[in-house]
């Protein structure tokens, strides 16, 4: 049997996404039970010149929203970053989570050979779809996501593997 194009993409992608969510509960109950101004935590980075906690739980959900709507060959509702608080970063992550969920199988199957072109930064990549996939779009989803997870972990925010892997 082989893997779909779909399933090797709408089922991690929302996984890691629900994951982050529920790390955003975490990090917004221990910021209240420490009393902690969230914003701290929300404008957190592991190095200066790196992006903040929001700013990269809004890539995490840019990159999953538009990469696979880019890869279904259609466009995704548009969102502001404006994100302040814990309760809107989540909000954002189901806002993009019911956008994948509308994404049906038949538009990403078979998308494997697909040509994908990504303007980026005065440039334009070229990529199939596999590849768009397996190379551009996981892994950056999972870079953002884990960089999300390590600015609460290295807060104080108790978090171990399985808050970021989520339930098998």
Known sequence: MSLSMYEAAIPPVARSLRNLSAILAKAAAHA???????????????????????????????????????????????????????????????????????????QIDGTESRPIELPIRGETLHFNGQSFLLFFVLPNVYFHVTTAYDILRHNGVELGKRDFLGEP
């Open 32 to 106: 209240e039970a420490r009393g902690i101004e969230p914003a701290v935590l929300l404008q957190a980075r592991l190095y200066p010149d790196m992006f903040p906690l929001v700013r990269q739980v809004q890539i995490a959900t840019d990159i999953a929203r538009r990469g696979l709507a880019r890869l279904a060959g259609g466009e995704c509702p548009a969102m502001e970053d404006n994100e302040t608080d814990f309760e809107e970063l989540i909000r954002r992550i189901e806002a993009t989570l019911t956008y994948l969920d509308s994404l049906a199988p038949e």
